[in-house]
């Protein structure tokens, strides 16, 4: 198929089929579905998911389409922002470099939402989905050729999104085109270097940019003006589109193999190679030095307090690959993320900017190391890109692997296995609605696995020695310092765990007690901070306490990890999260001691 601007796109929108389709980008379709497919499974266990998902039912309700492992129903808006969300909360999926950013996340819950609504069969639905693609593609490269800052995929993959839509309510020429301005107009322009310095939920703005794209065509349908969008019809841009429908952007993509953000990528590969080259031990490291591009040394988190700041950063996996030989999800969630041998290598990461790879980037991704040990031996690799590029690709049996790495702890294998081959054979699906069946919440999604809820115990156990090695030594004096009249001591932080420990244990047991219980938030006159005894007393009483903590949840059976609640707060919640919440807890007060050491040094030790 041939395009030209506005004429040629709006036919490419609605007239793509299934058998227009080489049979490669076929093949890269059915590959892009079975590694979203994964990495949505895989971030729906992550709070981000979570969160939005009970938004997205509550603010978009209706009954139109499934938000995926959780089973409830929302209007398409509604389930298509969930969707994209919980896959952008792993940050796994497939990507195009040259529009630094990725199209899938957009396309692919627009394209299920749209085949359940409508009953696609499957190779309606693979057409609608490669139709996205290349609609997206091209949208994104247009964005970075006219705009001059750095913007998210959801602003431009928001045209994909709604392109999908277009076509499944059989929307007009024009109101095609209006659809695709108004998703252009209201895409999330949202920055993405913002968010790469300072990382939050926000993520790649892809559940946005996916939910405002079905927003538009449905405006455009009800007869909302919102033509022309620049990004397609611009004189400047032209070129771009007319090879829609003849040069298949999708043969471009890449593939992600580890959990962390594709800039820190070739890192973790170029320390793994030196290490298994030279057989070094963690312990060894004295210090890396990672040379690489300059978008990538913004990647600047060494002790991430969550997910977010995991995956948007580049001294952890380097220092989490490092330890372990591996980057899997389960590295970017805790209890890995309070493990101090990451966090303390991590901060022995020194990212330098490198003008010859910046001059090779965005095209192409690359990095070097150089190594120390403790006995004074320096080791370097060589230039890495990332694995899973088009010059490096990752093979269909790896792409396999992948999936079964990140449904793993969440589906069992019956689930896993048919999801599986529903993926890889979606073209011969009568009704998407039995790909969209597949993706029910598993029994393994609240109370987590065996080997989930052990690391969490362990985590639990783990804490109260790192809090005591940061304080024991500590003077009555310095221990007792505050800085000012607000901010408290780490003697009355000490104390705060203490006493916030009881109050953990007690939601749990209204949890198992009642059925979705209203449970407060506790602040910190109810934790009371302020005490006069001993930091050492303290340090006994949190370690007593926490183990009245862990003996409670051992004695737990599985299925009681998922009981529920609503926190005050939160929103809904487990016994599985709250656990979470408690390590976040702790974490966020040995930060807090940690600042004030420093800040104490500062003003007494200089």
Same mark, same amino acid.
């Given at each position: ?93 497939? @990507?195009?470099?040259? #529009?630094? $950013?990725? !199209?899938? /996340? ?5 394209? =299920?939402? %749209? *085949? +359940? ?36 995929? @959801?602003?431009?993959? #928001?045209? $994909?999104? !709604?392109? /999908? ?5 059989? =929307?007009? %020429? *024009? +109101? ?36 405002? @794209?079905?927003?538009? #065509?449905?405006?455009? !349908? ?385």
């Amino acid at each position: 198929m041939q395009s030209t601007t506005r004429g040629g796109v709006t036919e490419f929108v609605h007239q793509l089929g299934w058998d227009d389709i080489p049979s490669d980008v076929q093949e890269m379709a059915t590959r892009c579905l079975l590694d979203l497919a994964g990495t949505l499974v895989a971030g729906s266990g992550t709070e981000l998911s979570q969160i939005v998902r009970d938004a997205a039912t509550a603010i978009y309700g209706g009954d139109e389409a499934t938000l995926l492992l959780d089973g409830r129903r929302a209007s398409a808006p509604g389930a298509v922002w969930a969707n994209a969300s919980s896959i952008d909360a792993m940050d796994m999926h497939d @990507g195009y470099r040259l #529009a630094k $950013g990725h !199209a899938g /996340v957009n396309v692919f819950p627009a394209a =299920l939402a %749209a *085949g +359940e609504s409508y009953a696609w069969d499957g190779r309606q639905f693979l057409a609608a989905l490669v139709m996205g693609y290349e609609i997206a593609l091209r949208a994104g490269l247009a964005l970075h050729a006219t705009a001059c800052d750095y913007h998210t995929s @959801g602003a431009w993959g #928001a045209l $994909g999104a !709604a392109a /999908v839509f277009a076509r499944a309510l059989g =929307l007009t %020429a *024009g +109101e095609t085109r209006h659809a695709l301005g108004i998703a252009e107009y209201h895409g999330p322009r949202s920055q993405m270097m913002r968010v790469i310095d300072a990382p939050t939920m926000l993520k790649d703005g892809s559940g946005w940019g996916s939910m405002a @794209g079905v927003v538009a #065509a449905r405006l455009a !349908a009800a007869g909302f003006t919102g033509a022309p969008a620049i990004t397609v019809e611009a004189a400047e841009v032209a070129p771009l589109w007319a090879t829609l429908g003849s040069e298949w952007l999708m043969r471009e993509l890449y593939f992600k193999p580890l959990a962390c953000c594709r800039w820190a990528q070739p890192a973790v590969e170029a320390v793994c190679a030196v290490i298994r080259e030279h057989r070094l031990r963690p312990e060894q490291i004295e210090e890396i030095k990672v040379y690489t591009f300059a978008a990538a040394t913004r990647l600047a988190v060494a002790r991430p307090a969550n997910t977010e700041q995991a995956q948007y950063s580049l001294p952890y996996p380097v220092a989490a690959a490092a330890m372990a030989g591996r980057l899997d999800p389960e590295q970017m969630l805790q209890p890995a993320l309070s493990d101090e041998r990451i966090l303390a290598l991590a901060e022995r990461v020194e990212m330098i900017f490198d003008p010859e790879l910046e001059a090779r980037f965005p095209a192409e991704a690359l990095a070097r190391v150089t190594m120390r040990t403790v006995g004074g031996q320096t080791v370097s690799s060589g230039v890495y890109g990332a694995r899973g590029d088009p010059a490096n690709p990752l093979a269909n049996g790896e792409i396999d692997d992948k999936f079964t790495r990140l449904t793993a702890p969440y589906l069992d294998e019956a689930r896993r296995e048919a999801l599986r081959a529903a993926c890889w054979q979606a073209a011969e699906l009568q009704d998407v609605g039995e790909l969209v069946a597949l993706f029910g919440p598993p029994a393994k999604t609240s109370a987590g696995s065996a080997q989930r809820r052990h690391a969490l115990l362990q985590a639990l156990a783990s804490a109260p020695a790192r809090i005591r090695q940061a304080v024991e030594p500590l003077a009555d004096a310095q221990a007792g310092w505050q800085p000012d009249g607000e901010t408290w001591s780490i003697r009355m932080t000490v104390a705060h765990l203490a006493h916030a420990e009881p109050l953990f244990r007690e939601r749990f047991r209204r949890m198992l007690a009642e059925e979705n219980p209203l449970v407060p938030a506790f602040g910190p006159e109810s934790a009371q901070p302020h005490s006069e005894r001993s930091i050492g007393a303290l340090l006994r009483a949190f370690e007593e306490e926490r183990q009245q903590t862990i003996a409670l949840l051992s004695e737990l059976p599985p299925a009681a990890w998922s009981r529920t609640a609503v926190h005050e707060t939160l929103g809904q919640t487990t016994i599985l999260r709250q656990v979470e919440n408690i390590l976040d807890h702790d974490v966020a007060h040995l930060g807090q001691v940690v600042e004030l050491q420093q800040k104490w040094a500062a003003l007494y030790q200089a």
